[in-house]
Each structure stands twice: as structure tokens, then as C-alpha cells.
């Protein structure tokens, strides 16, 4: 496929396409599979969050494994520092900031709560 652009329509999609960090190849499908450049800018950020996202998720479950791993060692030997219920509601509530986080860029606000 051959596109012909003058030299300030190139300029202007390399911009876009270096903005988003992409090639002006994946910006230009990325532009036509999701309607449009604005869609494809939008994808781009929503694919940052929720990648930002899945990290903070990723950081509960270690938290919450982490508390799993004390209150089984608690329990077993009677030795060392227990769980207590702050650490629990530390975790309920990052947990529930991961959830909330997700809701709002899916438009699903209150839905897991």
C-alpha cells in the first residue's frame, strides 16, 4: 500500500507516531483498527494504566502472601510477631484501591464492592 503525504502531513504523523513511541506503521493501524488518532492516543494511556495497575496488583498479592506466610507461621510454632488487624485492613484496603482503580477505567464503578 502506498500513502502519499505532503512533507507537512509526514512530519505531523512521525510526531504523533513518536508521542505515542511507536512506529508511524503500528500508529497508523493502531489509528484504523480503533477509530481514529484520538482512540489510538486513549488506547495508549489506558494500556499505561492498566498496566500501572496490574504492578499495584501484583504488589497486594505479594502483601497479602507475605501475611498468609506469618499467620501460618504464627499459628504452627506460637514463635514470632503475629498478624495483627491493622496489617489486615492495610491489605483489604490496597486491595480495594486496586479494585476501585480497575472499576474506573472500565466504567464499572461499585460493581466488586
Do not use: C, W
Request: net charge negative; aromatic share 4%; no cysteine.
Amino acid at each position: 500500500m502506498v500513502l502519499k503525504l505532503t512533507a507537512e502531513e509526514d512530519a505531523m504523523l512521525r510526531s504523533l507516531a513518536d508521542a505515542q513511541g511507536v512506529s508511524v506503521q503500528a500508529f497508523l493501524m493502531r489509528a484504523v483498527l480503533t477509530g481514529g488518532p484520538d482512540a489510538a492516543a486513549r488506547y495508549e494511556r489506558l494500556r499505561e494504566e492498566l498496566a500501572s495497575t496490574r504492578m499495584l496488583l501484583a504488589n497486594v498479592a505479594n502483601n497479602v502472601n507475605q501475611l498468609a506466610y506469618q499467620a501460618n507461621a504464627f499459628a504452627r510454632s506460637g514463635n514470632g510477631e503475629p498478624v495483627d488487624e491493622a496489617h489486615v485492613r492495610a491489605v483489604g484496603e490496597g486491595v480495594l484501591e486496586v479494585v476501585r482503580t480497575i472499576d474506573g477505567l472500565t466504567g464499572k464503578a461499585g460493581a466488586a464492592l
